[in-house]
């Protein structure tokens, strides 16, 4: 929608560019010593906890390359789980295990693996290779995700999740970002994945993009991206805006998966949110700030959720 379009006409359109998300968004709602609650994945789980938001459990961490050999008595008498990095973005590093003996174990998107490769994984993980800045790192072990039977036929071999942009706590723009066998079975639009843009006050499809182009069906399933729609939208919007006390942030992405059993979880947040969510909903994100700019101060999580839900649709 965006490409080939002049700067004038972008700015007309709201589209909010790199540097001016940077300096006048991130420079002046994200103070710096905030960062690390939620570049640190361990920080998060336990400020979610604290303020009662729904994360996918803890089960352990390995914090030295001398108890990588351990990592099997963590998980021990489980049927699946999941490593990733403390400080990894962009999903790298993620590594989804839904059935393994001592020897073999079987990811999500179906590759086998030896204990060798995955006691290598971690010890990659240790060694900063997929961290933010390449510093060393933890490798945190959580429960699986089993998402909801809603989207069986809208992601390939991955559990999609849903991004929510905050902007001084009020949910500002939503997209639901689905697996591909491109992307690996991870839910990253960098790698391939599918982004739909949702509307903010009933999380209905608006259009769905991949590789930044129009599309209207999932590349590997062929469902229509259309009829998409999240259940539970609301618990979704809650669980976005408790991000905004929890964290301190004043303009933050929330990463929000639904799970079968356990209903809406908060992955992850986010102190610098990618800009590809306006191109999923075809609008873009400046105009909606500065609307949010005029919104009432104060208000509890649940009150600036029920104000958004209020709004009338031509505002959104």
Excluded: C
Excluded at 88 to 114: P, W
Excluded at 181 to 189: C, D, F, K, P, T
Excluded at 259 to 275: C, I, K, S, T, V
Aim: cysteine-free; charged content about 20%; hydrophobic content about 40%.
């Amino acid at each position: 929608m965006f490409k080939f379009i002049l700067p004038h006409s972008l700015r007309q359109a709201g589209i909010l560019g790199m540097n001016y998300r940077n300096y006048e968004i991130i420079g002046k709602n994200n103070p710096r010593h905030l960062y690390p609650l939620v570049d640190d994945k361990v920080q998060t789980k336990q400020l979610a906890a604290q303020a009662g938001i729904n994360t996918p459990a803890l089960i352990g961490v390995i914090d030295a390359q001398f108890k990588v050999k351990n990592f099997l008595s963590l998980v021990k008498g489980r049927k699946e789980f999941v490593i990733k990095p403390a400080h990894g973005s962009g999903g790298k590093g993620v590594l989804v295990i839904k059935k393994f003996t001592q020897n073999y174990f079987r990811t999500a998107s179906e590759r086998v693996l030896t204990y060798n490769q995955v006691y290598q994984h971690i010890s990659n993980i240790l060694s900063g290779l997929y961290s933010l800045g390449g510093r060393n790192d933890v490798a945190l072990f959580e429960e699986m995700v089993h998402f909801s039977t809603n989207f069986n036929q809208y992601s390939y071999r991955g559990i999609p999740d849903v991004r929510v942009i905050v902007y001084k706590g009020y949910p500002a723009l939503a997209m639901m970002r689905l697996a591909t066998q491109e992307s690996g079975g991870r839910a990253n639009l960098h790698q391939g994945a599918v982004g739909v843009g949702l509307d903010i006050r009933t999380g209905q499809a608006i259009a769905a993009v991949q590789h930044n182009q129009s599309v209207f069906q999932h590349p590997d399933t062929h469902v229509d991206l259309t009829k998409l729609q999240v259940p539970l939208w609301k618990e979704h919007l809650l669980i976005a805006a408790k991000g905004y006390e929890m964290s301190g942030l004043g303009y933050l992405g929330a990463d929000i998966v639904l799970d079968q059993f356990r209903g809406p979880m908060m992955l992850e947040l986010n102190a610098r949110p990618g800009l590809a969510i306006q191109i999923a909903n075809k609008k873009g994100l400046y105009h909606r700030l500065k609307e949010i700019d005029t919104f009432p101060k104060n208000l509890t999580p649940t009150e600036r959720v029920d104000f958004v839900l209020a709004q009338s649709k031509d505002k959104n």
